[in-house]
Protein backbone atom coordinates (compact mmCIF):
# COMPACT_ATOMS: atom_id res chain seq x y z
CA UNK A 1 0.00 0.00 0.00
CA UNK A 2 1.31 3.81 -0.72
CA UNK A 3 0.23 7.14 -0.33
CA UNK A 4 -1.99 8.49 -3.15
CA UNK A 5 -0.64 11.74 -4.37
CA UNK A 6 -3.56 13.67 -2.24
CA UNK A 7 -3.13 11.59 0.56
CA UNK A 8 0.82 13.09 0.47
CA UNK A 9 -0.41 16.33 0.42
CA UNK A 10 -2.31 16.15 3.53
CA UNK A 11 0.12 14.25 5.39
CA UNK A 12 2.44 17.48 4.45
CA UNK A 13 -0.18 19.93 5.14
CA UNK A 14 -1.39 17.82 8.89
CA UNK A 15 2.18 17.08 10.54
CA UNK A 16 2.69 20.84 11.45
CA UNK A 17 -0.63 20.55 13.04
CA UNK A 18 0.31 17.46 14.57
CA UNK A 19 3.80 18.51 16.24
CA UNK A 20 1.93 21.82 17.66
CA UNK A 21 -0.84 19.51 18.97
CA UNK A 22 2.24 17.33 20.76
CA UNK A 23 3.96 20.59 22.12
CA UNK A 24 0.63 22.19 23.54
CA UNK A 25 -0.20 18.91 25.41
CA UNK A 26 3.00 19.03 26.57
CA UNK A 27 2.75 21.99 28.09
CA UNK A 28 -0.34 21.16 29.55
CA UNK A 29 1.03 18.61 31.09
CA UNK A 30 4.14 20.23 32.62
CA UNK A 31 1.65 23.34 33.74
CA UNK A 32 -0.04 20.58 35.97
CA UNK A 33 3.47 19.59 37.18
CA UNK A 34 5.28 22.67 37.76
CA UNK A 35 3.40 25.75 38.92
CA UNK A 36 3.67 28.23 36.21
CA UNK A 37 1.58 30.41 33.90
CA UNK A 38 -1.33 33.48 34.62
CA UNK A 39 -3.48 32.54 38.00
CA UNK A 40 -6.34 35.07 37.91
CA UNK A 41 -7.93 35.37 41.33
CA UNK A 42 -10.68 37.73 43.11
CA UNK A 43 -11.67 38.60 46.19
CA UNK A 44 -14.21 41.61 47.87
CA UNK A 45 -12.33 44.66 47.78
CA UNK A 46 -11.18 45.22 51.36
CA UNK A 47 -10.19 41.80 51.72
CA UNK A 48 -7.97 41.73 48.85
CA UNK A 49 -6.09 44.16 50.08
CA UNK A 50 -6.18 43.86 53.72
CA UNK A 51 -5.70 40.17 54.06
CA UNK A 52 -4.87 38.39 50.26
CA UNK A 53 -2.99 41.42 49.02
CA UNK A 54 0.00 40.57 51.58
CA UNK A 55 -0.34 37.02 51.31
CA UNK A 56 0.20 37.65 46.96
CA UNK A 57 3.32 39.13 47.77
CA UNK A 58 4.95 36.48 49.99
CA UNK A 59 3.43 33.93 47.08
CA UNK A 60 5.23 35.30 44.41
CA UNK A 61 8.79 35.27 46.42
CA UNK A 62 8.01 31.40 46.63
CA UNK A 63 6.96 30.64 43.28
CA UNK A 64 8.10 33.82 41.07
CA UNK A 65 6.75 31.54 37.95
CA UNK A 66 3.23 32.17 38.51
CA UNK A 67 1.98 35.40 37.13
CA UNK A 68 -1.04 36.66 39.35
CA UNK A 69 -4.10 38.94 38.19
CA UNK A 70 -5.80 39.84 41.11
CA UNK A 71 -9.21 41.59 41.00
CA UNK A 72 -10.51 42.95 43.63
CA UNK A 73 -14.37 43.83 43.53
CA UNK A 74 -17.49 43.35 45.72
CA UNK A 75 -19.32 41.84 42.94
CA UNK A 76 -19.82 38.02 42.86
CA UNK A 77 -17.91 37.31 39.15
CA UNK A 78 -19.00 34.38 36.98
CA UNK A 79 -15.68 32.37 37.44
CA UNK A 80 -16.27 30.55 34.44
CA UNK A 81 -16.96 33.72 31.84
CA UNK A 82 -13.96 35.68 33.68
CA UNK A 83 -11.69 33.24 33.38
CA UNK A 84 -11.27 33.07 37.26
CA UNK A 85 -9.37 30.55 38.24
CA UNK A 86 -9.67 31.00 42.39
CA UNK A 87 -11.94 33.56 44.38
CA UNK A 88 -12.56 34.41 47.93
CA UNK A 89 -15.87 34.76 49.25
CA UNK A 90 -17.69 36.03 52.60
CA UNK A 91 -20.78 34.11 52.88
CA UNK A 92 -22.65 31.81 54.79
CA UNK A 93 -22.73 29.66 52.35
CA UNK A 94 -22.08 29.38 48.27
CA UNK A 95 -24.43 28.66 46.14
CA UNK A 96 -24.33 26.93 42.55
CA UNK A 97 -22.10 24.49 40.74
CA UNK A 98 -18.86 25.20 42.33
CA UNK A 99 -16.00 23.95 44.50
CA UNK A 100 -16.12 25.68 48.07
CA UNK A 101 -13.97 24.86 51.01
CA UNK A 102 -13.98 26.92 53.96
CA UNK A 103 -11.25 29.14 55.27
CA UNK A 104 -12.03 30.33 57.85
CA UNK A 105 -15.56 31.55 60.40
CA UNK A 106 -16.22 35.09 60.63
CA UNK A 107 -17.78 37.97 62.70
CA UNK A 108 -18.66 41.26 63.44
CA UNK A 109 -18.17 43.50 65.98
CA UNK A 110 -19.56 47.56 67.30
CA UNK A 111 -16.43 49.78 67.67
CA UNK A 112 -15.89 53.49 67.77
CA UNK A 113 -12.46 55.32 68.47
CA UNK A 114 -11.51 55.76 71.67
CA UNK A 115 -12.16 59.86 71.20
CA UNK A 116 -15.66 59.13 70.01
CA UNK A 117 -16.40 57.24 73.50
CA UNK A 118 -15.32 59.81 75.60
CA UNK A 119 -17.49 62.53 73.85
CA UNK A 120 -20.21 61.10 73.00
CA UNK A 121 -23.30 59.72 75.03
CA UNK A 122 -23.03 56.41 77.10
CA UNK A 123 -23.11 53.13 75.28
CA UNK A 124 -23.80 50.67 78.32
CA UNK A 125 -26.29 48.07 76.17
CA UNK A 126 -26.97 47.64 72.21
CA UNK A 127 -30.23 49.76 72.62
CA UNK A 128 -28.09 53.01 73.40
CA UNK A 129 -26.69 52.88 69.49
CA UNK A 130 -29.82 53.81 68.06
CA UNK A 131 -29.02 57.20 70.36
CA UNK A 132 -26.01 57.36 67.57
CA UNK A 133 -25.41 58.97 64.21
CA UNK A 134 -23.77 55.41 62.80
CA UNK A 135 -21.45 54.76 60.23
CA UNK A 136 -23.30 52.54 57.66
CA UNK A 137 -22.49 50.37 54.84
CA UNK A 138 -25.17 50.90 51.88
CA UNK A 139 -26.37 47.43 51.50
CA UNK A 140 -29.92 47.68 53.21
CA UNK A 141 -29.74 45.13 55.93
CA UNK A 142 -26.51 46.99 57.67
CA UNK A 143 -27.96 50.21 57.44
CA UNK A 144 -31.46 49.39 59.10
CA UNK A 145 -30.96 47.48 62.07
CA UNK A 146 -28.25 45.06 63.51
CA UNK A 147 -28.85 42.06 65.89
CA UNK A 148 -27.38 41.52 69.03
CA UNK A 149 -27.02 38.07 70.60
CA UNK A 150 -26.25 37.98 74.77
CA UNK A 151 -24.04 34.91 76.34
CA UNK A 152 -27.25 32.84 77.20
CA UNK A 153 -28.20 33.36 73.36
CA UNK A 154 -31.02 35.81 73.76
CA UNK A 155 -31.51 38.06 70.63
CA UNK A 156 -32.35 41.53 70.32
CA UNK A 157 -32.58 43.84 67.18
CA UNK A 158 -32.08 47.29 67.40
CA UNK A 159 -32.50 50.34 64.91
CA UNK A 160 -29.85 52.02 63.55
CA UNK A 161 -29.61 55.24 61.70
CA UNK A 162 -27.03 57.92 60.46
CA UNK A 163 -26.49 59.87 57.96
CA UNK A 164 -22.78 58.71 57.23
CA UNK A 165 -22.50 55.85 54.86
CA UNK A 166 -19.40 54.54 53.23
CA UNK A 167 -18.41 51.79 50.86
CA UNK A 168 -16.41 49.57 50.61
CA UNK A 169 -15.47 48.44 54.10
CA UNK A 170 -12.19 50.24 54.07
CA UNK A 171 -13.90 53.80 54.03
CA UNK A 172 -15.89 52.72 57.28
CA UNK A 173 -12.59 52.18 58.99
CA UNK A 174 -11.01 54.89 58.39
CA UNK A 175 -13.87 56.62 59.13
CA UNK A 176 -14.50 54.66 62.79
CA UNK A 177 -10.45 55.45 63.41
CA UNK A 178 -11.19 59.18 62.62
CA UNK A 179 -14.17 59.43 65.51
CA UNK A 180 -17.08 59.77 63.37
CA UNK A 181 -18.98 57.19 65.02
CA UNK A 182 -19.64 53.79 65.66
CA UNK A 183 -19.49 51.11 63.40
CA UNK A 184 -20.86 47.57 62.76
CA UNK A 185 -17.48 46.00 60.94
CA UNK A 186 -16.19 42.53 60.32
CA UNK A 187 -13.61 41.19 63.15
CA UNK A 188 -10.73 40.34 60.62
CA UNK A 189 -10.68 43.64 59.76
CA UNK A 190 -11.10 45.48 63.04
CA UNK A 191 -9.25 42.90 65.43
CA UNK A 192 -5.77 44.47 64.64
CA UNK A 193 -7.54 47.97 65.14
CA UNK A 194 -8.49 46.81 68.37
CA UNK A 195 -5.29 45.59 69.51
CA UNK A 196 -3.12 49.06 68.78
CA UNK A 197 -6.23 50.84 70.86
CA UNK A 198 -7.01 52.89 67.78
CA UNK A 199 -10.80 51.25 68.04
CA UNK A 200 -12.65 50.08 71.10
CA UNK A 201 -14.91 46.63 70.68
CA UNK A 202 -18.43 48.88 72.49
CA UNK A 203 -19.87 45.22 73.38
CA UNK A 204 -17.44 42.62 73.73
CA UNK A 205 -20.30 40.85 75.89
CA UNK A 206 -22.42 40.21 72.75
CA UNK A 207 -22.06 38.62 69.36
CA UNK A 208 -23.42 41.22 66.59
CA UNK A 209 -24.48 41.06 63.41
CA UNK A 210 -27.01 42.31 60.19
CA UNK A 211 -27.86 39.25 58.30
CA UNK A 212 -26.47 35.87 60.09
CA UNK A 213 -24.42 34.90 62.42
CA UNK A 214 -23.16 31.85 60.47
CA UNK A 215 -20.71 33.23 58.25
CA UNK A 216 -17.22 32.09 56.87
CA UNK A 217 -14.33 33.40 54.42
CA UNK A 218 -14.36 30.27 51.10
CA UNK A 219 -11.69 29.52 48.89
CA UNK A 220 -13.93 28.86 45.19
CA UNK A 221 -13.13 27.43 42.26
CA UNK A 222 -14.39 26.07 39.47
CA UNK A 223 -14.05 22.59 39.09
CA UNK A 224 -12.16 19.80 40.70
CA UNK A 225 -11.00 17.60 37.42
CA UNK A 226 -7.35 18.84 36.39
CA UNK A 227 -6.72 21.52 38.93
CA UNK A 228 -2.92 22.94 37.32
CA UNK A 229 -0.82 23.06 39.97
CA UNK A 230 -0.44 27.04 40.29
CA UNK A 231 -4.05 26.70 41.54
CA UNK A 232 -3.37 23.80 43.99
CA UNK A 233 -0.28 25.53 45.56
CA UNK A 234 -2.31 29.02 45.79
CA UNK A 235 -5.02 26.85 47.95
CA UNK A 236 -2.25 25.25 50.13
CA UNK A 237 -0.44 28.60 50.21
CA UNK A 238 -3.72 30.77 51.54
CA UNK A 239 -5.45 28.22 53.80
CA UNK A 240 -3.12 28.28 56.43
CA UNK A 241 -2.24 31.70 56.24
CA UNK A 242 -6.07 33.46 56.38
CA UNK A 243 -6.77 30.74 59.27
CA UNK A 244 -3.99 32.45 61.37
Known amino acids: MALTEAGKRFLGDVEPLLDDFERARESAVSSLEHPSGTLRITAP???G???I???LCEFRAVYPD???EALFTD???DLVTNRIDLAIRLAPRIEGDLVASKLMDTGYRVVASPGYL???RPLTRPSDISAHRCLLFPMKQFRTRWIFRDAVGKLEEVPVAGDLVLSPAGSLLSAAIAGLGPSLLPCWLV???IVAGRLVDIFPDHSVTATTFDSAAWIVYPSRSHLPSKVRVMIDFLRPRIAD
Open 45 to 47: VTY
Open 49 to 51: QMR
Open 53 to 55: LPI
Open 66 to 68: VGI
Open 75 to 77: QYL
Open 118 to 120: RAA
Open 191 to 193: DPE
